[in-house]
């Protein structure tokens, strides 16, 4: 929930009515409420299987698909941006079973410009590296460690005057 996708997907389901659970290490657990999210799971500590079911809609963001599945109820919609889906997990009887990444379009993206503008969405920036060779290599492996909070910027041109 804390991660680049993570974070604007507790606060668009938060603004749809949805009651949101999410897995977060400890260390972010107050930062993911704080965003919206109703229920933190410590994905170190416990299997969400264990404390997670009947669930209308999941949506994957780091390929544990078995265990999305397994909370999400009959008639329920999985949704997975992190995985290949195995041909049984596409056939999984009762539940809509994708893959996938959505295709932004004008309209949307006004809407989601809109709510930053009036305050109605965060965002979340991790880190901000410059365009060059070290530049991206740092935000390579920064990228990598799967622990950043929110998005990793890379800076095609530095700001003049100090940002003013």
């Known amino acids: ?44 500590t416990t299997n969400i299987q264990d404390v997670l079911s009947d669930y209308d809609a999941v949506f994957d963001m780091v390929g544990d698909v ?19 889906l195995t041909d049984a997990q596409k056939a999984t009887a009762d539940k809509t079973v994708r893959e996938g990444w959505l295709q932004p379009n004008g309209k949307d993206l006004a809407v989601l410009a809109a709510d930053i503008a009036a305050g109605d969405l965060k965002i979340v920036v991790d880190s901000v590296y410059p365009l060059t060779m070290v530049g991206i ?18 800076q095609i041109k530095p700001e003049e005057n100090g940002g003013e």
């Open 1 to 44: 929930g804390a991660g680049g996708v993570g974070i604007y997907a507790i606060q668009l389901a938060k603004k749809m009515g949805a009651y949101v659970a999410t897995t977060a290490s400890q260390a972010n657990h107050d930062f993911v409420v704080g965003l919206g999210a109703d229920e933190v799971i410590d994905y170190h």
């Open 66 to 84: 078995d265990n999305g599945l397994a909370i999400l109820k009959p008639g329920g919609h999985f949704v997975t941006i992190s995985a290949a």
């Open 137 to 154: 290599r740092s935000a390579h492996e920064r990228s990598e460690t799967h622990h950043a909070r929110g998005k990793i910027v890379v």
